[in-house]
């Protein structure tokens, strides 16, 4: 497994300073305790769509790429998973696409939309605005004891830590508390059962 996910990563984009990518013989094992813990900023790409390419956020539900049956599995999946293993959830965040507000609200039973989430081929402007976003996201995990969720795109996670994900795969991201963050495992909705 571990070095199919290294094969979907991305050049690391100039962010090498602030972003330490596993190696092989790395994963760590004990990110389920790390989950468990809090403090862990869990990106997913939205679940699989109804078709591919890019729509614009301001055409109607019915116009843009929904999530497909197959997303719908994914994401009550992920949910499931969750649940069993006791991750704890703190804020749900998605971009306004329909695609991520439903996969948030099948798997996590709560979403709130932050336009700062549109995907970056979606909209040139904004963009360096939405890049600082996310990045405070990731470099600031909460402290409350639970986790960040975030359902965005592809996009925006490849431009800040250097991750390329498939629809539905996940990537945990560990804050450093110095202004950094970690790469961990990218997980697919079928691997968080196994999550240990």
Known sequence: MLNRTLSRRTALLGLASVVALPVAGTARADTLDRLRAGGQVIYFRHGATTW????????????????????????????????????????????????????????????????ELLGLLSDDAGRADRVAYLRGLLVNGPTDGTNRIVIAHRS?????????????EAVILHPDGQGGFSVGQTPMPDEWAAIS
């Open 52 to 115: 591919s390419g890019i729509d614009r956020i301001e055409w109607p539900r019915d116009r843009q790429r929904l999530l497909s049956a197959e997303g719908v599995s994914q994401s009550e999946v992920i949910g499931a998973a969750f649940r069993a293993k006791g991750i704890p959830v703190g804020e749900v965040l998605a971009s306004p696409f329909a695609r991520c507000r439903d996969m948030a609200e099948i798997a996590f039973g709560r979403v709130e939309e932050r336009m």
């Open 156 to 168: 925006n996670i490849a431009t800040v830590a250097g991750v390329s994900l498939a629809e539905g």
